[in-house]
């Protein structure tokens, strides 16, 4: 019998190969079980999948994984089209809770998994501290905040608020009250009643806007209801309501009708004859949610719930002192409380130049520092003080002995800082030195500590900027009694002259990252002097209490009422619910300020505003740092990130650089409505850095009058060298035509200190 190649042929047991062909190909008895062998090939419980193995070009790394359709196919045949998608996302569910479950319960702390993906916790604190420095807070008046405290710091009774009024007896009886809920989230008021003040200039004098009432207090709850970002409230209204409550729309209220709901400015007086019903406390049941056994199988965790920093243990409990007492202002025995000075503060590092200038002369312009009085005469008020903190040389550098005098022989000298040292001004502005060491040395939290971390002293945000030994390296000479010093140097002469101020630093490559005192430009950036006043403010407001401002920052009206708040707070980072501390308060030595910097000096002494936003968050005491709406401070920052802008403020800036070089479409603005019509009702400006830029390129130099002529003619000569100071006369021909927003306000607050007009409170300076 003739062969063919399309006869089954025999396999070598005898028997027929019934799989394929002798041409190799597969041979099935009929169509069906054809489509059977491929269905079943293809629904395999596992998929090859090839990857590419890196730097290695020529081989691919194969991996087996799960088949998503043989999953999908068996659903599919056990439960049908429409319930088996839904059972199958239900197992996936399942399984992830129980993985996560059995990871929580049973894992070791260090492992656990974070709720919060991608960033570690920062806490260190346990619950009971957590508890004690609310309390602490609260009972020293820093909580004068109707707003709750969350439910995770597991209060088991609502604490006195001696900073609130009490509330007055209910109408409902008792029987008809919610139950209180397994946790205290609220405070007791126990303190004096609120006045709310309509603020108005009366006629006929209507010029200017009335100075704030002595004592008064701005509720910043209130505030918080007209000017939330989060809640969809607009700069524009903000803005509006903040100056309508303090009267600064003198003569020209337009709106009508009752306006009690724009009141936000109040003054404490005595008890009225009504009480919080609860006389005492009221234990809650189950005040913290119930307790996980620990690992090792004993007593119930107290600080269940809580997300612990990876490999720490829990700080020791943290030591506070008694908390104060809050006393209104109408009961002080003298109008400045020691306990809450009216210090603001600034850090500079390297030559003074226009920009700290300008911050000093809004202070002055603006804060009720009682230059409208001759010498001799009182003020009976608190007069603010401005403390501006001078860094002589390289952030990263150690001061010499004679810093301090070398520091007032060059403020001395130059011509923005001189005026400053004139009599008139030293009890309310003094210049003071900086000294890393000195500074951390007064921190009992950080003292015997924080020299661990020299090598990463400098530190933004988890990014280390390494310094060598010998620039970090503690001095051997420290400057001695620097506080009669400074008394003595502080109301020297302003046209005094002196040498120029060495630093002692090496100058030789000063566009060094370590080598930079202040930026000069956008590419040569003084990144660490940055860092260190990320630090620098906490310090200084946690050792002398008061306020910090960035060095870019303007005043527009006086911080009267924010001073009445005795509260901690900063602004909000713009669009994001994380802190600005371009300014921040705090009170001296206060619990919130102990945490900050043991939980600091676990987390590296990082003080970012980022950073600092984590440590407040993963320990729940967000709101003993309140993060006021960013309208208060910094009212372009929403429009120059895209925000807001179908109804901006006045005026409307889309970028910073803006206030330096004022669009042509709206350089008219300007000199048409002045200081006024500059964000008016905002606490103050932050014009975010541009340090490099003049306020007034076309006159820049201190233009203060005759009493400062010898500065003016050295700064006048830097700025124009070819023209002799002696020789040159000032022509309008020679100005810009259209003047920006930052020159109107330099101008404005020298016309001030000449005596050409008076503050925006309508008061003469008197010499």
């Given at each position: ?9 025999q ?9 394929r ?10 169509a069906?079980?054809?489509?059977m ?44 089209r ?13 399984s ?11 894992g070791a702390?260090?492992?656990?998994w ?8 920062t806490?260190?604190f ?12 609260i ?5 004068p ?7 995770q710091?597991g209060?088991?009774?609502p ?26 989230t609220t405070?007791?008021?126990d303190?004096p009643r ?7 200039s ?8 009335p ?11 209130i ?5 939330d ?10 803005l ?6 303090a ?7 337009l ?15 005595e ?6 019903p609860?006389t ?7 005040p913290?949610a119930?307790?996980?056994?620990l690992a090792?199988g004993?007593?119930?965790?107290p ?8 490999g ?20 002080l ?10 210090l ?17 002369l ?5 804060q009720?520092?009682?230059l ?17 903190w ?5 952030a990263a ?38 000294n ?7 921190i ?10 020299r ?8 990014h ?8 970090s ?26 040498k120029?101020?060495?630093?002692g ?26 860092i ?24 527009l ?9 005795k ?23 206060s ?39 960013d ?12 925000y807001?802008r ?45 340090w ?11 233009d ?21 100071p002696?020789d ?8 810009k035509?259209?003047l920006d927003?930052?020159?109107?306000l ?22």
């Amino acid at each position: 019998m003739a062969s063919s190649n399309y006869f089954t042929p025999q396999r070598g047991n005898g028997f027929l190969d019934k799989s394929r062909l002798a041409n190799s190909l597969p041979t099935y008895s009929s169509a069906v079980s054809e489509k059977m062998h491929r269905h079943s090939r293809s629904m395999s419980w596992t998929v090859p999948v090839s990857v590419p193995i890196p730097g290695v070009r020529s081989r691919r790394l194969r991996l087996l994984m799960p088949n998503p359709n043989r999953v999908r196919q068996i659903s599919f045949s056990h439960f049908g089209r429409r319930r088996g998608p839904i059972l199958l996302c239900v197992v996936l569910i399942a399984s992830v809770v129980t993985v996560c479950s059995f990871a929580r319960r049973f894992g070791a702390e260090e492992k656990q998994w974070t709720t919060n993906f991608g960033e570690s916790s920062t806490l260190v604190f346990g619950r009971d501290d957590l508890q004690r420095i609310w309390k602490w807070e609260i009972d020293s008046g820093h909580y004068p905040s109707n707003a709750k405290i969350p439910e995770q710091v597991g209060l088991s009774s609502p604490p006195l608020n001696p900073a609130l009024p009490p509330r007055k007896v209910p109408t409902i009886p008792s029987r008809f009250r919610p139950p209180p809920g397994p946790v205290a989230t609220t405070t007791r008021g126990d303190g004096p009643r609120r006045v709310y003040l309509d603020v108005q200039s009366q006629p006929l004098n209507v010029a200017y806007p009335p100075r704030p009432v002595p004592g008064s207090v701005a509720d910043l709850d209130i505030i918080m209801d007209h000017c939330d970002f989060s809640q969809g409230k607009y700069v524009r209204d903000c803005l509006e309501v903040l100056r309508i409550g303090a009267g600064l729309d003198n003569g020209n209220r337009l709106r009508r009708g009752e306006m009690d709901e724009w009141k936000y400015i109040y003054m404490e007086q005595e008890k009225e004859n009504f009480t919080d019903p609860f006389t005492d406390p009221i234990p809650l049941a189950n005040p913290i949610a119930p307790p996980r056994p620990l690992a090792s199988g004993g007593e119930a965790d107290p600080n269940a719930g809580l997300r612990k920093k990876v490999g720490v243990d829990w700080e020791t409990q943290l030591p506070l002192r008694a908390p104060l007492q809050h006393t209104p202002y109408s009961s002080l025995p003298a109008p400045c409380d020691p306990e809450n000075p009216r210090l603001f503060h600034m850090f500079w590092t390297g030559p003074f130049t226009d920009k700290p200038y300008l911050a000093l002369l809004s202070f002055l312009f603006t804060q009720n520092v009682g230059l409208h009085l001759k010498d001799g005469d009182t003020l009976n008020v608190c007069r603010p003080e401005f403390w501006m903190w001078i860094n002589p040389g390289p952030a990263a550098s150690v001061p010499n002995p004679s810093a301090l005098s070398d520091m007032y022989e060059g403020l001395k000298t130059n011509p923005w800082a001189a005026p400053f040292l004139h009599h008139r001004f030293k009890d309310v502005i003094k210049f003071k030195l900086w000294n890393t060491t000195d500074q951390l040395d007064g921190i009992p939290e950080l003292k015997d500590e924080w020299r661990e971390l020299r090598e990463t002293l400098f530190n933004s945000g988890g990014h280390i900027v390494s310094v060598p030994a010998e620039k970090s390296q503690s001095k051997s000479a420290e400057v001695s009694s620097t506080s009669a010093i400074e008394d003595s140097t502080n109301s020297t002469d302003a046209d005094s002259s002196a040498k120029p101020s060495p630093t002692g630093e090496n100058k030789s490559d000063e566009d060094d990252m370590l080598n930079r005192t202040g930026s000069k430009s956008s590419s040569s950036y003084d990144r660490l002097s940055v860092i260190l006043s990320d630090m620098a403010r906490f310090v200084l407001c946690h050792r002398f209490g008061g306020i910090y401002l960035d060095a870019d920052t303007i005043f527009l009206r006086d911080w009267e009422e924010l001073w009445g708040w005795k509260g901690a707070f900063a602004y909000r980072w713009s669009r994001l619910e994380k802190y600005n501390t371009a300014v921040l308060r705090m009170n001296k030595n206060s619990a919130l300020g102990s945490f900050l910097f043991r939980t600091a000096l676990k987390n590296g002494l990082d003080f970012h505003p980022m950073t600092v936003s984590r440590y407040t968050k993963d320990a729940y005491l967000e709101g003993l740092l309140l993060r006021l709406p960013d309208a208060m401070f910094d009212s372009a920052w929403l429009n120059t990130e895209y925000y807001q802008r179908e109804r901006p403020p006045q005026p409307y800036f889309q970028e910073f650089s803006d206030f330096f070089d004022t669009p042509a479409q709206a350089s008219a603005a300007p000199q048409a409505l002045g200081f006024e019509g500059f964000f008016q009702g905002a606490f103050s400006y932050h014009f975010h850095n541009f340090w490099w830029k003049p306020f007034d390129p076309s006159r820049n130099w201190p233009d203060l009058g005759p009493k400062f002529l010898a500065g003016e003619r050295a700064a006048r000569a830097a700025a124009e060298p070819d023209i002799d100071p002696e020789d040159a006369t000032d022509r309008v021909a020679d100005d810009k035509r259209d003047l920006d927003w930052a020159t109107v306000l330099k101008r404005t607050f020298e016309s001030y200190i000449r005596g050409e007009r008076p503050n925006m409170y309508g008061e003469w300076l008197q010499w």
